[in-house]
């Protein structure tokens, strides 16, 4: 079941900017996509006094509660151009980055139709590792050495005489699973041959880069051209485990207010890297016109970037847009058009959300499973991969719920956020207990 907002009697001023009664009528949103991400942007755009129709394709049981549920591929291009024409939809938000990759933002810019993300040919600072560590070569945006290979033996040969660990990267889109840090020969044999002989992400090439130490760190901004709008600076977990063990995942847990980032650091980040990148696709004739995802290091020689996307990260945006004060219509919608924004507005405070999985994660892992206390837990819950079958919430993926919660400090926010995850009951799900712990080390 869908919301639909009730209609104000009178105009309303949101940020400073009186928004006319017929203006509110009929604001029709399509979000694609059905995560946690996704859910994440609906929950905002619920809080838009614009918007009074919300679609989601193909959504998820929890965005079901928010939004009406369209049963379309997000990679489907012309079933979800032919829905939005359909349905007057006004703007459509791309959250996967597969939809971009598949084009889907030229093909609804071709049909008139207005859409926030970048074009499928911009979205290779994402797409393609190679794309991205070539332009970073040529502007200055400081990141690690590397070179790419296509042949087995001469990525082998050049691993084998370097100093471990050594970073191999799939140069194209391997939904968050292609990045492999081998801690020695072996490991790096078998992460090569997965790659470049059994072409388990397809086609492609690997790029093999310096290691870097130091914390990471997520910095996403709203972009359009040269324009850069900086949201609040999160940390993800992508380790399974408590203490950043056990295998990568998608992401375990998140959370903004990073005591280890100075603004010094903030200030070069965005400088340096985000508003350059920005600047260099410009130049290079890929303007952006979405979000651009700078994964980023503070490592002993300074901010260096690990990798950038082309959209909302996962579990980022979960923790980042609660945050968001200003209407995020507005900002979907100006960027979508190019017109220029006020600068977005931040609560202060912090968020922290703590991500409950399926067990056996991310390998495999069985789907099904019932979860109970739903309705006690007092806090944003954000769900990621479930389904409802005869009225029962049911696990239907590797990352299932995220539990969000804000507080004065992280301290506050991270006791709050726990103390909700207890009251949730699933005989297959598990979550890590240390979410923000190198704020506390």
Not at 86 to 101: C, H, I, M, Q, R
Not at 344 to 363: E, H
Not at 379 to 402: D, N, S
Request: glycine share 12%; aromatic share 8%.
């Amino acid at each position: 079941m869908g919301l639909v907002y009730p209609l104000p009697s009178e105009n309303k001023t949101v940020q400073g900017k009186e928004i006319q009664l017929e203006d509110l009528l009929g604001k029709t949103v399509l979000v694609i996509g059905g995560g946690g991400r996704e859910h994440a942007i609906v929950d905002a755009l619920t809080r838009s006094p614009q918007v009074s129709k919300i679609y989601c394709a193909p959504g998820n049981a929890g965005i079901g509660s928010q939004a009406f549920n369209v049963a379309i591929k997000d990679t489907d291009v012309e079933g979800l151009k032919a829905f939005a024409i359909e349905n007057s939809v006004d703007l459509t938000v791309v959250g996967p980055e597969a939809s971009l990759a598949a084009g889907i933002v030229d093909a609804f810019r071709a049909a008139g139709l207005k859409i926030f993300g970048h074009t499928q040919a911009a979205t290779a600072i994402e797409s393609s590792k190679e794309f991205a560590k070539k332009l970073m070569d040529k502007y200055g945006i400081p990141t690690a050495g590397y070179r790419s290979f296509t042949d087995y033996e001469e990525a082998l040969a050049y691993v084998s005489a370097r100093p471990f660990p050594a970073v191999l990267k799939y140069d194209g889109l391997a939904a968050g699973k292609g990045v492999v840090i081998a801690q020695d020969l072996e490991e790096a044999r078998a992460a090569l041959s997965d790659m470049l002989l059994d072409h388990s992400f397809g086609q492609g090439k690997v790029v093999v880069e310096d290691f870097l130490t130091g914390p990471e760190f997520s910095f996403l901004c709203f972009v359009d051209g040269e324009r850069v709008y900086p949201m609040p600076l999160s940390q993800d977990h992508k380790r399974a485990f408590d203490g950043d063990k056990g295998p990568n995942t998608g992401g375990m847990g998140a959370y903004t207010g990073l005591p280890f980032i100075t603004p010094e650091d903030e200030d070069f980040a965005y400088r340096e890297i985000l508003c350059k990148a920005a600047s260099a696709m410009v130049a290079e004739g890929l303007p952006l016109s979405g979000v651009l995802y700078g994964g980023l290091m503070k490592t002993p020689q300074g901010i260096k970037v690990i990798e950038f996307n082309a959209r909302f990260g996962d579990p980022e945006t979960e923790v980042v847009l609660p945050r968001l004060e200003s209407d995020i219509y507005d900002i979907f919608e100006g960027v979508a058009t190019g017109r220029k924004l006020e600068s977005p507005v931040w609560a202060d405070g912090v968020t922290l959300g703590v991500v409950l999985a399926s067990k056996g994660y991310p390998g495999h892992y069985e789907k099904g499973f019932a979860i109970g206390g739903l309705d006690q837990v007092d806090a944003q819950v954000y769900h990621m991969g479930t389904t409802v079958k005869e009225g029962q919430v049911l696990t239907a993926g590797g990352r299932v719920l995220m539990v969000v919660s804000s507080g004065k400090d992280l301290a506050d926010a991270r006791e709050k956020v726990y103390a909700e995850v207890r009251k949730i009951s699933c005989d297959n799900l598990f979550y890590r207990n240390d979410i923000a712990h190198l704020a506390f080390e």
